[in-house]
């Protein structure tokens, strides 16, 4: 069974800092997705990465694939109130249609 | 630039009703996806249609659900004999007919039951 463990689960900081959440696995994805979500509404595709040790960014957000395609980081800088929500990663595994899903971290940017 | 629609987006009832929610995916693609998905916690994969044929039915989808896609755009997503248990957002998704192609998400039906 595949799975994508995020961390961390929750995290608060101050408008201007920066973090880095993680979404982690035993397995090996031949693509992974990162969303974005906010209270109310659906998940909205922030980035898609394919090849191992891919860096994209998208103003301050830096993703980043793992060499062997197990795992995944989204970096951002000077994090802003706007940044605030749930931060999911899903992977394309073994099925040909299921994406595997993490749990998502929930970030709070306070001004 | 018409996204997924999905109606209702609120729906509270009592338990044991039955209630029904309708997904309009993004017209071109002929993947479609209903996940449930509870507070501060990822999509959890409920079942799928290519075209109008549910390919996979996740073991969450108790015998009181039905989904349906009877001509290969719009879906429903049933579920009979509402338990407390129930109370969720459901997300319609819709992607196009390749693997690990993105999937665009509608805003989710936010069921409630008293």
């Known amino acids: 069974t595949q799975l994508l463990e995020q961390s961390p689960q929750f995290l608060s900081i101050q408008e201007g800092e920066n973090l880095t959440v993680y979404c982690n696995s035993s397995?090996?994805?031949?693509?992974l997705q990162w969303y974005r979500q906010e209270p109310g509404e659906g998940p909205v595709l922030l980035v898609t990465?394919?090849?191992g040790g891919e860096v994209k960014k998208l103003k301050r957000l830096t993703f980043q694939f793992g060499d062997a395609r197990k795992d995944s980081s989204l970096h951002i800088t000077a994090a802003q109130p706007g940044d605030t929500g749930l931060y999911l990663c899903?992977?394309?595994?073994?099925?040909?249609?299921?994406?595997?899903w993490g749990a998502g971290t929930k970030l709070i940017i306070k001004p | 630039d018409t996204g997924v629609s999905q109606n209702p987006r609120h729906k509270i009832t009592k338990r044991g009703q039955n209630v029904t929610f309708r997904c309009d995916p993004i017209?071109?693609?002929?993947?479609l996806y209903w996940y449930r998905q509870t507070l501060g916690q990822g999509p959890e994969f409920l079942t799928y249609?290519?075209?109008?044929?549910?390919?996979?039915k996740s073991r969450l989808l108790s015998d009181r659900f039905s989904a349906e896609r009877p001509k290969g755009s719009f879906s429903t997503l049933e579920i009979q004999r509402t338990e407390q248990g129930d109370s969720a957002m459901y997300l319609c998704?819709?992607?196009?007919?390749?693997?690990?192609?993105?999937?665009?998400f509608g805003d989710g039906t936010r069921l409630s039951i008293l």
């Open positions: 998704a819709s992607s196009e007919g390749t693997a690990g192609q993105p999937q665009h």
């Open positions: 017209s071109e693609h002929n993947r």
């Open positions: 249609f290519q075209n109008e044929a549910q390919l996979e």
């Open positions: 397995s090996v994805f031949s693509s």
């Open positions: 990465v394919v090849t």
């Open positions: 899903a992977g394309d595994g073994n099925s040909n249609y299921q994406l595997i």
